[in-house]
């Protein structure tokens, strides 16, 4: 399986759950600028979407959407646990945290990577994530992950997200259960071996 991703981008959720369900991928590296690879062929003709990830399955088979290519991912490997059986309330659970996280703070931090969005806005839309922050803080506290008490996708997908925080003026001071967090997650090692092979850390 091929795994199309930018550095440090969304990408790296299924990256990182690749590592920990223990799920062979083969990366390459997308320019989100230009939306080619490093040989110049056009990567709209990957995913017609032109944003990452993708995930090619095989040859004429590609997969979009990060919450949809975590749960294919961890189903190869279900002994992982990383993503929680069909049909058990704790898959609904992962479901339920995955779509949380794409709408509520994913796309929320979108406009505050666009240069041509007006100082206002973008404080209006850091003002709403820290709200939406406040109950993932109460819902981590005294647990160490979002859903029952392992590690799961939903826990790739909101550590990538917030690593985003300091890149784009999001004050998360105030939320110590959050920044405890984004500590422990970012220590595992598959997180680190994901980060590593990305270049985004030494």
Not at 62 to 82: C, F, R
Not at 163 to 172: N, P, Y
Not at 176 to 192: E, L, M, S, T
């Amino acid at each position: 399986m091929k795994l199309y991703y930018a550095p440090g981008a969304c990408s790296l959720s299924p990256h990182i759950v690749a590592r920990e369900a223990g799920v062979d991928v083969d990366l390459v590296k997308v320019d989100l600028k230009s939306h080619t690879f490093d040989s110049g062929s056009d990567y709209y003709k990957v995913n017609p979407k032109g944003y990452v990830p993708a995930l090619e399955v095989k040859a004429g088979e590609v997969l979009t959407e990060g919450p949809a290519i975590v749960q294919y991912l961890g189903d190869q490997k279900p002994q992982s646990g990383v993503v929680p059986s069909a049909g058990s309330m704790e898959r609904y659970r992962l479901q339920e945290l995955l779509g949380f996280i794409n709408s509520e703070i994913h796309k929320t931090y979108s406009p505050l990577f666009n240069p041509n969005t007006k100082p206002e806005v973008a404080d209006e839309r850091r003002e709403y994530l820290k709200k939406r922050y406040q109950y993932l803080e109460q819902l981590l506290g005294g647990r160490e992950f979002l859903v029952g008490n392992k590690f799961t996708a939903a826990d790739a997908y909101l550590f990538t997200v917030t690593s985003w925080a300091g890149h784009v003026k999001v004050d998360l001071s105030g939320f110590p259960n959050i920044q405890a967090y984004q500590k422990r997650i970012g220590a595992r090692p598959a997180v680190q071996q994901a980060m590593k092979e990305e270049g985004l850390i030494k």
